[in-house]
């Protein structure tokens, strides 16, 4: 109905033209200048017809059911894929393996420790985003706070880790080490 009606529409509003070709317009017949009516191309019109109809396609798909419409994009809100009892289970862990990529640094196995790293951070991250989505309003802006200086850190720790640059990995680790603590003094 949203199609037929996209279709429509642009033919029941634009004027039809006299002369569709796209060349040259004549010459007028007397010296007086008269106004010329907007003279609308068929190519114009097949740009109004072809962008009603793509509109009304992508309006389509908005009135069904996102799951009955394959290859339609998935605009929903997401939600963390575990509460934050099943997240708080988990984060110890998740926090502890985090701390253990310190025998890579100390061996000076970089690529390792990358690896570890980003596979360890990965998981805590998502367990953390949960129990802060949990928490009371008036405990998050803390909360994120320590999570984004945490997640700096790590991140600053793997580009250290790529420049082989053992005094910098200490240091980050360190900063992890203790925002970590600070997070689970808040939490726990």
């Given at each position: ?18 002369n ?82 310190k ?12 690896a ?41 720790l ?31």
């Open positions: 109905m949203a199609a037929r009606l996209a279709v429509q529409a642009p033919s029941a509003t634009l004027p039809q033209a006299e569709t070709s796209p060349g040259p317009k004549p010459p007028p017949s007397n010296s007086v200048h008269q106004p010329q009516k907007p003279a609308t191309t068929s190519r114009r019109l097949a740009t109004t017809a072809a962008a009603a109809v793509i509109g009304a396609a992508l309006l389509a798909p908005a009135a069904s059911s996102a799951s009955t419409t394959a290859g339609a994009f998935d605009l929903r809100i997401t939600l963390p894929e575990q509460s934050s009892e099943e997240a708080e289970a988990v984060v110890r862990a998740h926090a502890r393996n985090l701390l253990r990529v025998r890579f640094a100390d061996a000076g196995e970089w690529r390792e420790l990358q570890a790293l980003r596979a360890s951070a990965s998981n805590l991250k998502q367990d953390l985003y949960a129990i802060i989505q949990a928490r009371p309003a008036g405990q998050r802006p803390d909360l994120r706070r320590l999570y984004s200086d945490l997640f700096n850190s790590v991140t600053s793997d580009y250290a880790a790529r420049d082989k640059d053992e005094v910098q990995v200490q240091e980050y680790y360190s900063k992890i080490a203790s925002a970590l603590d600070e997070i689970f003094a808040k939490i726990m």
